[in-house]
């Protein structure tokens, strides 16, 4: 189409010989409509195998809604113009905001958060890590959206949101609190909700010490194990091992040493 296109414009105000082959032969070429089709047919497909569609039930708002996000983070309102722009049609604004009641249903998370969580292929010896961010939503607070500790050290009113990912960073659950929340208290709940949606009896959480506050440790019963990091000045026992075997040697870059550690994941160490 873009060839043709070309053609035209090269042989703009040209007479055409009447070969008799029809309007077709060379005349210009109507363009009925264009379509992003890779991207489109890619992001779809990657929607289906995540089993996205079969958790939102088919709903074709939804899935329309996470095709325009991923394409260009927006609003819902010009989420329409995203879709529009990659050649798909999108529901009207009226039909999409009956739609969203029904995503703010906790029911709705747990259900994607179940399909993620399959994709993943947790265990019992799963990793999973936990972190916050604090997108600006409005000019105005409205109870939720509050301004709050930013991590872009902005002023206006936020929301904090909390992010569970397995250990390749593949999401796994997120969760929605005030703007004005402290971080530290956004950590538990999400793990828990996490539990109940996947029937977990026992998780254990080694967290940054800054955001396991005294109150997490006192409160974390039920199944949590909370362990909060800290700098431990010994260096691990291979590490040890390789200077005494290599003495006065410098540490060659991409070193890796790994140590077995009981009970809990081997500690790997790669050099620069």
Avoid at 163 to 191: H, K, Q, S, W
Wanted: proline content about 8%; overall charge neutral.
């Amino acid at each position: 189409m873009l060839k043709t296109v070309a053609r035209q414009r090269l042989a703009a105000g040209q007479g055409e010989l009447d070969l008799g082959l029809g309007p077709s032969a060379g005349g210009p070429l109507p363009i009925l409509g264009s379509r992003m089709a890779v991207l489109v047919d890619a992001l779809t497909h990657a929607y289906r195998v995540l089993g996205f569609d079969a958790a939102a039930g088919g709903d074709e708002v939804f899935a329309q809604l996470v095709l325009a996000r991923i394409m260009e983070p927006t609003s819902k309102l010009d989420s329409a113009r995203v879709l529009a722009e990659a050649g798909v049609p999108a529901a009207s604004y009226p039909t999409l905001k009956r739609h969203l009641p029904r995503y703010a249903d906790p029911a709705w998370r747990q259900r994607l958060s179940a399909v993620c969580a399959r994709h993943a292929g947790l265990g019992p010896s799963s990793l999973v890590l936990y972190d916050v961010s604090t997108p600006t939503e409005t000019d105005e607070g409205d109870g939720f959206r509050e301004p709050g500790f930013s991590k872009e050290r902005r002023l206006e009113p936020q929301i904090t949101i909390g992010l569970l990912v397995d250990a390749a960073g593949f999401p796994l659950a997120v969760e929605a609190f005030e703007g004005n929340r402290a971080e530290t208290t956004t950590m538990l709940p999400t793990i828990r909700v996490f539990m109940t949606a996947h029937r977990l009896t026992d998780v254990v959480i080694v967290a940054d010490a800054g955001m396991v506050s005294s109150a997490n440790q006192r409160d974390r019963g039920r199944g949590l194990v909370v362990h909060p990091g800290r700098e431990d000045p010994r260096h691990p026992h291979v590490v040890r091992a390789w200077h005494e075997t290599n003495p006065g040697r410098d540490i060659p870059d991409g070193l890796v040493l790994t140590q077995p550690w009981p009970a809990t994941p081997a500690i790997t160490v790669r050099t620069r």
